[in-house]
């Protein structure tokens, strides 16, 4: 794609989670918006993935181990064609198949199940673990949120990475600097992020997760890299594209009303 679709996808997707968390009246819009440029990527430029066929098994695998930002990974999955874009304003309703958080058993293009913090990037090791097992030559990716890397879990899965020398895999930090609580400097500081993972023996990359160029150049260098993990330290805005959310840790964790929807969808354009 070029960089005028790129940009536009970044914004539908933007666009189908701020539907989806206005529709439920209850969401993580900050934290989904932040990654829509990292999602984007992955699922339109990256991935070996086939909409027709979800669980063809030399697919790509991909874990939102963040995944309180589940409206952000809906958005690319109906905007990629796993399912209709119809299904997004029945998020969190009773009777649809898109939870809160996401649901490997019933949405298609849903790799993991998570929501409990530190889960999903051990997960996502042992599926990389598995590709390694029975050489097979799929690629897992995952988010965490800079939030959940406090949680002890994320570092024993770092160690298991670098011990099974996973170089299948690549995890990206969300490193916005907000979560539920504050800023991430106040609730528990887990800076320096990227000298940490290199001590746990990962290469580490230091990107801005909203350009392209920075996102491509850091998922073939960990794809050139072996015998080693990759974490992408990924330095993101908040609530990226909607002014009154960026930065701003009030949006962690509610729903527009519709007054601030309407401006959220005229400054990304979907009022057009």
Not at 19 to 34: E, K, R, Y
Not at 233 to 251: L, P, Q
Request: hydrophobic content about 40%.
């Amino acid at each position: 794609m070029n960089e005028e679709k790129k940009s536009f996808k970044a914004r539908q997707i933007r666009l189908g989670a701020l539907t989806a968390i206005h529709s439920a009246g209850a969401g993580h819009p900050g934290g989904a918006l932040s990654i829509a440029e990292i999602l984007s990527y992955l699922y339109f430029e990256e991935m070996n993935i086939d909409p027709k066929d979800p669980q063809k098994a030399d697919r790509d695998r991909f874990v939102l181990s963040k995944g309180h930002a589940s409206a952000a990974l809906y958005a690319v999955l109906a905007e990629r064609g796993f399912f209709d874009k119809s299904l997004l304003p029945t998020f969190r309703k009773n009777g649809s198949i898109l939870q809160g958080h996401p649901d490997m058993k019933h949405i298609p293009g849903v790799d993991m199940s998570t929501g409990s913090l530190g889960q999903g990037i051990s997960a996502a090791c042992g599926m990389a673990l598995s590709a390694k097992l029975s050489d097979k030559p799929f690629r897992v990716y995952a988010i965490l949120g800079d939030g959940e890397i406090e949680e002890g879990q994320v570092w024993e899965a770092a160690m298991f990475a670098r011990h099974y020398k996973l170089d299948n895999l690549c995890a990206f930090v969300d490193f916005n600097g907000l979560q539920i609580d504050g800023t991430v400097q106040d609730v528990i500081d887990p800076t320096p992020i990227d000298e940490k993972f290199a001590a746990f023996g990962w290469n580490v990359i230091c990107i801005d997760g909203h350009d392209y160029d920075q996102i491509e150049n850091a998922v073939n260098a960990a794809k050139e890299t072996k015998d080693k993990p990759t974490a992408v330290i990924a330095k993101t805005v908040k609530g990226r594209g909607v002014s009154y959310m960026e930065n701003a840790v009030d949006w962690h964790g509610k729903a527009p009303n519709d007054e601030q929807y309407a401006i959220a969808l005229s400054e990304l354009g979907g009022a057009d």
